[in-house]
């Protein structure tokens, strides 16, 4: 289809191992947005790719989170050295410039 | 700094029950203003949007919300819920000056059969 898509939808990984979540958006958003969902928790905004801008980074809770956005298309999410509180669902989202987001159906973390 | 509030966070209502659902935000420029649905097991997706024009807007599933430009609110409201409604509701704000999306805390909705 041509809605956004994550890779991968679940992932199991050790605490201490680096993980790559990955972020295929719609065609022609010039958009990106990665954000954290956590158990009973709200959306918390991780960091925002728009155009050829420098991202905005505000959002990534501890210099083990890294992302970046490759010919201004896809996205990769990286975390390195996992932690217990890092699981929770990443969702990634595109859009139009003003446009509403459009979600992908997220990528579920679990560390052991 | 931009902020998005939605004051309740857990709402339990009857079938047939009426709804509204606050959300206030704090910028006083242009702003589109959302509303995201999230059933449970699915992704996020959009409920209505409000860009310009009648500040009243109707949205997918009976849902409506009103933006009162002088209270700062895009407040949600149904009629009469149905068991099906039972979801997380999100508030979001684009602000023309930052061109970023500001969500609330969300609202988790139970409709009870």
């Known amino acids: 289809g041509a809605g956004v898509s994550q890779s991968p939808s679940n992932k199991v990984t050790e605490k201490g191992k680096d993980v790559e979540l990955r972020c295929d958006p719609i065609?022609?958003?010039?958009?990106l947005y990665w954000y954290r969902q956590s158990l009973g928790q709200g959306l918390e905004f991780l960091i925002y790719f728009q155009g050829n801008s420098a991202p905005d980074k505000s959002g990534l809770p501890s210099d083990r989170f890294s992302a970046e956005r490759t010919g201004g298309s896809v996205s990769t999410l990286t975390i390195q050295r996992t932690q217990q509180e890092d699981s929770a669902v990443y969702l990634c989202a595109s859009s139009p410039t003003n446009g509403e987001l459009f979600f992908g159906e997220g990528s579920r973390l679990t560390v052991l | 700094a931009q902020s998005v509030s939605q004051h309740n966070h857990h709402v339990i209502l009857s079938e047939a029950a009426s709804l509204e659902l606050g959300c206030n935000y704090s910028?006083?420029?242009?702003?589109?203003l959302f509303w995201y649905v999230q059933y449970p097991g699915q992704h996020l997706q959009l409920l209505l949007k409000?860009?310009?024009?009648?500040?009243l807007v109707k949205g997918i599933k009976g849902f409506e919300a009103e933006f009162i430009k002088s209270k700062f609110s895009f407040n949600l409201r149904k009629p009469s819920v149905q068991w099906s409604d039972t979801a997380e509701y999100f508030c979001?704000?684009?602000?023309?000056?930052?061109?970023?999306?500001?969500f609330g805390s969300g609202t988790k909705l139970n409709v009870k059969p």
């Open positions: 065609s022609g958003h010039t958009a």
């Open positions: 910028y006083g420029g242009t702003v589109n």
């Open positions: 979001a704000v684009l602000a023309d000056n930052f061109n970023k999306f500001y």
């Open positions: 409000y860009f310009s024009g009648d500040p």
